[in-house]
């Protein structure tokens, strides 16, 4: 396989592995060194990614063991958390405030869901993967996902309902 049939199977995923990476690692330059290291990985070993039925599932597998692996490390006290700014043209600056409000109040629900609930909704939610391509990423049955995604949709629901009804009552 030479550079450029690479790039062509590769590239298509390469943003939904940076997202993975940064919702499990949070940091942006951690989540880039991982996907660098990703395509690293999968270049070394280009003669054998003829054999997998689905590079895609199996690289995002790779990318959330290799996250994995980097918080368990030493290293990982050194990660800082970042989070990104969605960024809307012609809204106003209110609006936007809110926006990023609802954004972040999302994100920090999602990361305190147990691991499983939180890569399961990365995949389904934001990533947009299938029921069959999730089950294999993670190695569990299809009704242990959707009642894993539904809780985490739940308890993310009950939250937000939560705080925006504080104090109204």
């Not at 590769?10 to 690692?25: I, M, Q, S, T």
């Not at 895609?56 to 290293?75: G, V, W």
Request: charged fraction near 35%; charge should be positive; include cysteine.
């Amino acid at each position: 396989m030479n550079q450029s049939d690479f790039l062509k199977v590769v590239l298509p995923f390469k943003d939904k592995v940076f997202r993975l990476a940064k919702r499990l690692l949070v940091s942006t330059e951690e989540a880039e060194d991982a996907t660098q290291e990703l395509f690293f990985k999968l270049w070394r070993s280009k003669e054998k990614i003829a054999d997998y039925k689905n590079v895609e599932a199996f690289a995002m597998t790779m990318t959330k063991n290799y996250c994995y692996d980097r918080l368990k490390s030493k290293q990982a006290s050194n990660l800082t958390l970042v989070h990104s700014n969605y960024k809307e043209k012609e809204t106003s600056l209110d609006k936007k405030l809110e926006y990023q409000d609802s954004v972040n109040q999302v994100h920090q629900l999602i990361e305190k869901l147990p691991e499983q609930q939180k890569i399961i909704i990365q995949l389904r939610d934001i990533e947009q993967y299938d029921f069959d391509e999730i089950c294999k990423m993670v190695d569990m049955k299809p009704t242990a996902v959707r009642v894993a995604l539904s809780r985490a949709r739940k308890t993310i629901r009950e939250e937000l309902i939560k705080k925006h009804n504080y104090g109204v009552s």
